[in-house]
């Protein structure tokens, strides 16, 4: 399928694992003749980093494997990898930098600095790269303590002040809730951590929102970096909490400013559209400000089109939703498998128990869950709900992600949620973790745990007042109009399509033509038309056998402008809009 898109070329690449290329790519960057390709941690985590690509004729790229920048072992890349260039008295020349994140089921490290942050890169020329720093990051760990590795990274972005003539790098720390690190980066080199305290969940950003109760999930994903005037505007996707503008002129600590930040509507826009009240999942991924500043598309990643949701069906708590988290290698509550019944309650089901059937109620502690799973099958039990101890690390009201195996659906839920299912009286938050589980045998309330059908993860646009004197009052941002490709929002292309969820934009930098570019993921490569009027589709692309784009970039090759799009499972492919 092609419409209103040019394909110019496309390169496969090389994996040096020898492993194939299923889910192999991750994000396009690009300098000068060159593009690079971040290697994930599919099919295989093995010789993961970056692929060099030759785009100098956009017509017939090619792979430069020679070139192949390699990370650590039990490291992959993958979102937010980056060119800059860059001149002072440190460093002249382009540096390509990635972040790392481990490698599911890696051993623990044996030695320092093999872990986490980013690897610095000089690709002034980008046939010989040479690595400059290796895990650059956050080496304290959520205490505040000093640790021997950097904590994992899941995107980065560089910029240089043009007013201090400092370069900085801005890390997402998944280990810590002050989720943006930012680093000095004027010396390539040897970087310098300079703000660790950014939690834009508390004072003064406070950008989580309260209602719909479901957006409890607010952490940083992603951001650019942008002069505006006088200042330096950082974008940042806070997941659940929304798209968040921040003043980072100054990105010391107590200097940063919040300009602006979104909140999501209490209904789901294109589910509203279908006539489906459901409430937003959140997931504010990516975004790009428009040429002028006054436009902010951003995306929302969801790769489930289906929702889990849990209610107490009986008892003095009947109707009281709650969340509930599949084991990790366990049937996932979907549209085929669901929970529902009043569950006996087990105990710890640490030691064998008696024959049963249906669901049963486990309290957390005493052994290991995959202990707690294989007890409630030996005894004939088809599912299982565990609910958190007392006392438990970090809170009893904390949710956990249960390393199990096996082929019964098993959900954790907080302790409250046990509780309640218990029919304990008078328990509430607050409370729970100061009262006590009743014996096990003791009698249960009914529930519901299934999966309803809510679309994949679309567009959003939205206008924003951005102000570029120094100092200048908080600004805003409003949405006007969201976007999806009609087959992620129906329910016959929940499976066996791929997946049809937007992943990230990039938005044409001439002011005049208000076009994004889109990587839709199964979805294909999208081109929209952006403005007043909303958001509007002028051009698509699916190849032949179909496509898995994640990342895509506006780039110059020779005085002509091109998109570069990384396809998961093949490579590089360079676009022009179709004319």
Request: glycine share 10%; aromatic share 8%.
């Amino acid at each position: 399928m092609s419409r209103g898109v040019d394909l110019i070329g496309k390169a496969k690449v090389t994996n040096p694992a020898g492993t194939g290329n299923q889910g192999r790519v991750a994000d396009v960057s690009a300098y000068g003749d060159h593009a690079f390709l971040t290697a994930f941690r599919e099919p295989t985590c093995e010789r993961a980093g970056a692929h060099v690509m030759n785009i100098a004729n956009p017509s017939k790229p090619y792979e430069v494997t020679s070139a192949f920048m390699e990370t650590t072992p039990n490291n992959y890349a993958g979102e937010g990898s980056q060119t800059l260039r860059v001149k002072n008295k440190n460093f002249d020349g382009v540096l390509f930098i990635h972040q790392n994140e481990t490698c599911p089921g890696a051993p623990a490290p044996t030695e320092p600095r093999t872990r986490g942050g980013i690897n610095i890169w000089d690709v002034s020329d980008a046939t010989k790269p040479e690595l400059l720093v290796k895990h650059a990051g956050d080496y304290t760990d959520p205490e505040g303590a000093d640790d021997d590795q950097a904590n994992q990274t899941h995107s980065a972005f560089a910029w240089t002040n043009t007013f201090d003539g400092r370069t900085y790098v801005v890390l997402v720390d998944d280990e810590e809730t002050t989720d943006l690190d930012i680093l000095d980066i004027t010396d390539p080199a040897n970087p310098v951590l300079v703000n660790d305290t950014l939690d834009l969940n508390a004072a003064p950003f406070n950008v989580s929102q309260d209602s719909p109760p479901n957006l409890t999930s607010s952490f940083s994903h992603d951001m650019v970096v942008k002069r505006i005037g006088e200042r330096y505007v950082m974008n940042v996707n806070y997941w659940d909490g929304g798209y968040v503008l921040l003043d980072v002129t100054d990105p010391r600590p107590d200097n940063v400013k919040l300009i602006a930040e979104s909140d999501y509507a209490q209904l789901d826009e294109q589910r509203l559209l279908r006539g489906h009240k459901i409430s937003p999942e959140g997931n504010g991924h990516q975004s790009e400000l428009s040429p002028d500043n006054t436009f902010l598309i951003g995306t929302d990643e969801d790769f489930n089109p289906y929702r889990v949701t849990a209610t107490i069906t009986s008892g003095p708590y009947q109707g009281t939703g709650f969340t509930a988290v599949s084991a990790s290698d366990t049937p996932p509550v979907d549209a085929d498998t669901s929970i529902t019944g009043t569950p006996a309650f087990v105990g710890t089901a640490c030691a064998a128990l008696p024959a049963g059937s249906g669901v049963a109620l486990i309290e957390r502690g005493g052994c290991n869950f995959q202990v707690k799973f294989d007890t409630i099958k030996a005894a004939g039990y088809s599912a299982g709900i565990v609910f958190n101890s007392q006392p438990a690390v970090p809170s009893c009201q904390g949710l956990v992600n249960m390393l199990v195996e096996g082929d019964l659906p098993f959900v954790f839920v907080d302790r409250l949620t046990g509780l309640r299912l218990l029919q304990v009286p008078g328990v509430t938050a607050e409370n729970s973790c100061d009262t006590a589980t009743p014996a096990a045998g003791a009698a249960s309330a009914s529930a519901t745990i299934e999966a309803i059908f809510d679309g994949w993860g679309y567009i959003r646009l939205f206008k924003t007042k951005i102000r570029g004197d120094a100092g200048a009052p908080p600004g805003s941002i409003e949405q006007t109009d969201t976007f999806a490709i009609p087959e992620s929002q129906d329910p016959k292309y929940a499976t066996g399509f791929g997946d049809l969820s937007v992943h990230e934009v990039a938005v044409d930098p001439n002011p005049d033509r208000r076009l994004v570019y889109v990587s839709y993921y199964a979805g294909g490569f999208r081109i929209l038309k952006y403005g007043d009027k909303g958001l509007k589709e002028v051009g698509a692309f699916i190849d032949k056998g179909g496509n898995n784009f994640w990342g895509v970039e506006v780039h110059n090759i020779r005085g002509k402008q091109y998109v570069l799009a990384s396809d998961r499972d093949f490579g590089l492919y360079i676009f022009r809009p179709g004319r």
